[in-house]
């Protein structure tokens, strides 16, 4: 059984910067693909960015490339995405998933899932 709690949302304004953690427990960290998806009000759950366990090979969202990074920490099991450049679009709850051995963008693949943080852009 895997764990994760995320942190690190907030409200900022348009142009802004923030950075979302995902810490994990249970099994090891390393052995799992990690990715972070997002909800707005209204709309289903959209994939942004996901980073393998071993080589740590990534992959983004054509929305975010090139604002956002995904990063991982496998001696903190956590994973991080550092969101610059904001805008009122990324608005919406962030979630952060787990998904044994490959990387992936689809959410039917993941296996575990956090709670999730509010991002809130103003313009």
């Known amino acids: 059984q895997v764990q994760l709690v995320e942190s690190g949302g907030g409200l900022v304004q348009a142009g802004g910067s923030l950075r979302l953690s995902c810490r994990s427990s249970?099994?090891?960290?390393?052995?799992?693909?990690m990715g972070w998806f997002r909800q707005a009000p209204g709309k289903e759950r959209e994939f942004v960015a996901s980073?393998?366990?071993?080589?740590?090979?990534?992959t983004y969202a054509d929305s975010v490339k090139g604002r956002f990074t995904i990063s991982r920490d496998n001696a903190k099991n956590t994973v991080y995405l550092q969101m610059n450049s904001l805008k009122p679009g990324d608005t919406a709850v962030y979630y952060c998933?787990?998904?044994?051995?490959?990387?992936?963008?689809?959410?039917?693949?993941?296996?575990?899932w956090g709670q999730g943080t509010q991002v809130t852009v103003s313009s």
């Open positions: 998933a787990a998904v044994l051995d490959f990387l992936s963008t689809k959410t039917a693949e993941y296996d575990y």
């Open positions: 249970g099994r090891p960290f390393s052995s799992y693909a």
């Open positions: 980073i393998s366990g071993s080589d740590r090979s990534t």
